[in-house]
């Protein structure tokens, strides 16, 4: 059981850690489409 917490612990992280990049990289290219 705690195992399965842990599991799923990670997939969100590791949703959050893509949701993350893909923001940063919204955000490099309109600070170069400004530039």
């Not at 990670?10 to 170069?32: D, G, K, P, S, Y």
Request: glycine share 0%; proline share 0%.
């Amino acid at each position: 059981m705690r195992s399965d917490s842990s599991s799923k612990q990670m997939h969100w992280n590791q949703q959050r850690i893509t949701a993350f990049t893909l923001i940063e990289l919204l955000v490099v290219i309109a600070i170069i489409a400004i530039l």
